[in-house]
């Protein structure tokens, strides 16, 4: 169970990635062949590929946090001392623990108003709750990455190791 857990924790985000990316290619390639060598097309294949597309963009939010691979400016960060760095990086997911919390919690709103009014989609005609809950589920899995991230920049710290800076785009 805990080999699971630790391949789950390593590649999860990776799975739903390469998930809902396959989702999004298959649906439109098969709405171009529909519509341009069957002269139809369907109401409900622009929809997943949105709805793919949305959640794709949150789990890779998530991916992102837990490589350090946001967008930052980091040129003072060469400069600090290991603590400094530690810190700064501290401070950082300090302030998007906040954000996220917030945004987790105002992002609940859509999905009760879906639930209490049943609305469906227009083409699938399935309930809206399962495309708006993206949004919290994408701040839930960004803060289990900031806990982790948190977690290891303090261990990092006590035990006197650089912190982890993140996998780059470009060196």
């Known amino acids: 169970m805990r080999d699971v ?14 998930v809902f990316y396959s989702m999004i290619v ?13 002269n139809y097309s369907s109401i409900w294949g622009e929809e997943i590929a949105r709805y793919s597309f949305i959640y794709l ?3 890779g939010a998530s991916a992102a946090v837990r490589e350090r691979a946001h967008i930052r400016i ?3 960060l060469n400069y600090l001392p290991v603590r400094g760095q530690a810190g700064i990086y501290l401070l950082g997911d300090t302030a998007m623990v906040i954000l996220a919390v917030v945004a987790f919690y105002w992002s609940l709103h859509p999905i009760i108003t879906s639930l209490e009014y049943g609305s469906v989609t227009h083409g699938l005609r ?10 919290p589920l994408g701040f839930a899995m960004i803060l289990f990455r900031l806990a982790q991230s948190i977690n290891r920049d303090v261990r990092d710290l006590w035990h006197g190791r650089p912190v982890f800076t ?5 060196d």
Do not use: M
């Open 5 to 18: 857990l630790r391949n789950l924790n390593q590649h999860g985000e990776r799975w739903l990635l390469l």
């Open 26 to 38: 298959a649906t439109i390639a098969s709405e171009v062949v529909r519509r341009f060598g069957l």
């Open 57 to 59: 963009a949150w789990i």
């Open 74 to 76: 980091d040129v003072i």
């Open 126 to 135: 399935i309930s809206q709750v399962w495309f708006t809950a993206a949004v």
């Open 166 to 170: 993140g996998n780059k785009l470009f």
